[in-house]
């Protein structure tokens, strides 16, 4: 069904929880497009005519695109999710799912993200996928919209419920204010190799070194 006839005859507003998802996992993210040029790279850097540190420029033009994601919470290139919602309290149709993560397109036309599974376990522990046809994406809320919750889901899990989503590549990655700071960065990084520097107090951490790149992922290996 249309999500346009949906919205006419189903009370959105009656089963809207925010923030309703129980975890959320990074299943998948591009690591091998490049972002920043060589070009871009070398006139940055003042290196010119030197191919042999193209393989050491290229990891590290990775790592920082890595890093300006995380930083701006949002993805520069597609990455994958899977978020986990529990079925308590959802009695009323139909049923929103809110997703954590939203990019933009570039084209205006069509949504920041692309739905690849919505799915739930049942109490025979099961893993059974939604037909198309029993949701959609709402672009306007970044959610997802269930018609109904099944009757035989899993009442021993805490979250039954799946959805798997790619985000799009982003138009953020070609703007100018972004991609110089990303150069900035690379910068910083190519000049900075080690974690510390010599000064009159002895050694001392670069601004954006270890535990920045790092403090994002700490709360996931605790």
Do not use: C
């Not at 930083?71 to 919602?85: E, N």
């Not at 919505?118 to 269930?146: C, E, M, P, Q, R």
């Not at 002895?202 to 954006?208: S, T």
Request: overall charge negative; hydrophobic content about 35%; proline content about 5%.
């Amino acid at each position: 069904m249309p999500s346009e006839i949906l919205s006419q005859v189903l009370p959105l507003g009656t089963s809207r929880n925010p923030f309703n998802y129980e975890k959320v996992e990074e299943i998948g993210r591009d690591i091998s497009t490049q972002w920043l040029t060589l070009d871009e790279i070398a006139q940055q850097i003042n290196l010119y005519e030197d191919e042999s540190q193209d393989g050491y420029l290229q990891s590290l033009d990775l790592a920082v695109r890595q890093a300006i994601e995380d930083y701006l919470g949002m993805s520069i290139y597609p990455i994958t999710y899977k978020v986990y919602y529990g079925a308590s309290g959802m009695v009323a149709s139909p049923v929103s799912l809110d997703l954590p993560e939203v990019s933009q397109n570039f084209n205006q036309n069509q949504p920041g993200i692309t739905i690849q599974s919505v799915g739930f376990w049942n109490d025979s522990n099961v893993f059974t996928l939604f037909d198309k046809a029993d949701y959609y994406y709402d672009n306007s809320g970044n959610k997802i919209i269930l018609v109904s919750v099944p009757s035989n889901i899993s009442t021993y899990r805490t979250a039954p419920i799946e959805v798997k989503y790619q985000t799009t590549a982003n138009p953020l990655a070609n703007y100018p204010v972004i991609k110089q700071a990303g150069l900035l960065l690379f910068t910083h990084l190519y000049n900075n190799r080690s974690n510390t520097v010599e000064s009159s107090m002895g050694l001392k951490n670069i601004p954006f070194g270890f535990d920045t790149l790092l403090r994002k992922y700490k709360d996931l290996v605790m």
